[in-house]
């Protein structure tokens, strides 16, 4: 009788242990660990750079490009029509992206503040989704933060194979250089040969395939086609536009397009294709120094025109989107977390204001009102430009412009003067944006350096 209650009494000491671990485990062990995990998709991002709008075959295109990957990716899911980088340049689009705000928020405002590198209060996609128990990998061109608290594994990234930065990177020569353009594995710069697009895929599908069991996160900004102007010479070989320097842009183009392919095939051989959203999109408008083509869009790169903004833009989601669709609602690259996130079943952080928005309803038809009332991008000088349904009202050195986008795509006929009051509401609606932005990360760093001034002063107090 007594040994009975005794290990009666054990039993329930166990349970009431077991019950203890089990609600611990709750709170500290990843998503990957509960049974839902199976349900949650993989999401790979992928991000070329500078890339012309005309130079997708799935868009209007000249006759010597062929993209058959990016074409897979329309074909098998939805390209936008209106689809835009948050930036004009690189490193702006980046912070954007990463964090489903407009970078300005935070003081991100040019390439140059890369340099500085993004806000560590800032919380990055990769932050939310590792909580929920993905695996994240980021495989390409950081470009938002040179030193180590800036870096990929300290922003919610478990691995890292690429470059911390600037914004262009030699294509063969891959040996370890200084501490921001050697190409690094995690934490420590290596030595690697080979032609860096293709390593790049070489190490998305490593990923991919080491990870096919739990849901994971693959963030895969290419530095292609970004100059210098390099490829294997069997790509440059099979063109023939009459301007050496296009043909080679077109060979670092088509291995770019291997590349997805590599991937799309590693996500189908390893059977987690079905379960995989995948964004892509350019980083800016195609640049002129790299011979892109933007087609029928107004200027390129480093500019609030079309043809500086406006990119190619598809989502891909086998079983869950509609396959070979076209979406013409205006969407931007900071709706790639809130998207992602939405699809991961994750939730936002509540203590920050969001700009982006979870583009899925719109491609499902459930969207009720446009995705975005204004669509805005500034350079913090007097370049800017905000979009509002038809209108785009842009500055160019504080002169006014003011185009209707759905019968006037190369923005050829100013229309200010007869749309005044149209000019003074969009005016309107950038200054209240503006108003909500904070100073360039820069340009505080510079101040904080500055002997003489009151910030400076205070650190020499400090030191002191």
């Not at 991961?344 to 204001?353: I, S």
Request: with cysteine; hydrophobic share 35%; proline share 5%.
């Amino acid at each position: 009788m007594t040994g009975n209650m005794i290990n009666g009494k054990s039993l329930l000491r166990s349970l009431l242990l077991a019950v203890s671990v089990l609600c611990l485990a709750g709170r500290i062990l990843p998503a990957a660990g509960r049974e839902d995990a199976a349900d949650r998709p993989n999401i790979v991002v992928i991000v070329s750079d500078d890339q012309g709008y005309a130079d997708s075959s799935c868009y209007d295109h000249p006759k010597e490009v062929s993209t058959p990957g990016i074409d897979r990716l329309a074909g098998e899911g939805v390209r936008f029509t209106n689809g835009y980088a948050s930036g004009y340049v690189c490193a702006p689009t980046r912070a954007g992206l990463l964090t489903g705000r407009y970078q300005q928020r935070f003081g991100f405002y040019t390439a140059g503040d890369s340099r500085t590198g993004m806000p560590t209060n800032e919380i990055t996609v990769a932050d939310v989704l590792s909580k929920e128990g993905y695996a994240t990998a980021i495989i390409g061109k950081w470009h938002v933060g040179l030193e180590p608290e800036y870096r990929p594994l300290r922003r919610g990234f478990d691995e890292f194979y690429g470059f911390l930065g600037h914004g262009a990177h030699d294509y063969f020569k891959l040996g370890i250089t200084d501490e921001y353009t050697s190409i690094y594995r995690n934490d420590k710069p290596i030595n690697d040969t080979g032609y860096l697009t293709n390593n790049l895929a070489r190490e998305a599908v490593s990923f991919i395939e080491r990870h096919q069991n739990r849901p994971f996160f693959l963030y895969l900004p290419f530095n292609a086609v970004h100059w210098p102007l390099q490829a294997p010479g069997k790509h440059i070989d099979r063109f023939d536009t009459g301007d050496k320097n296009r043909d080679i842009y077109l060979a670092m183009l088509a291995c770019m397009d291997e590349a997805v392919s590599t991937v799309l095939e590693a996500l189908k051989r390893t059977g987690v294709d079905d379960n995989t959203l995948i964004i892509f999109f350019s980083d800016n408008g195609g640049a002129r120094k790299n011979l892109a083509n933007n087609g029928a869009l107004r200027d390129y790169k480093q500019t609030v025109y079309e043809g500086g903004i406006r990119v190619p833009f598809i989502v891909r989601w086998p079983g869950k989107l509609p396959k070979g669709t076209i979406c013409d609602e205006p969407v931007i690259s900071i709706d790639v977390m809130p998207t992602v996130c939405a699809a991961a079943g994750a939730e936002l952080p509540g203590d920050r204001v969001y700009d982006g928005r979870d583009i899925l309803p719109v491609i499902l038809g459930q969207a009720k009102k446009p995705l975005h009332e204004a669509l805005f991008w500034y350079d913090g000088t007097n370049q800017w430009a905000v979009r509002a349904g038809m209108w785009k009202l842009l500055s160019r050195n504080g002169s006014l412009e003011l185009y209707d986008l759905t019968s006037d795509i190369s923005e050829k006929n100013d229309r200010q003067e007869q749309n005044s009051e149209v000019v003074e509401r969009l005016q309107q609606t950038f200054d209240v944006w503006k108003s909500q932005l904070a100073p360039s990360i820069s340009k505080a760093k510079r101040q904080r350096r500055t002997p003489g001034t009151d910030a400076s002063k205070k650190q020499n107090s400090n030191r002191r």
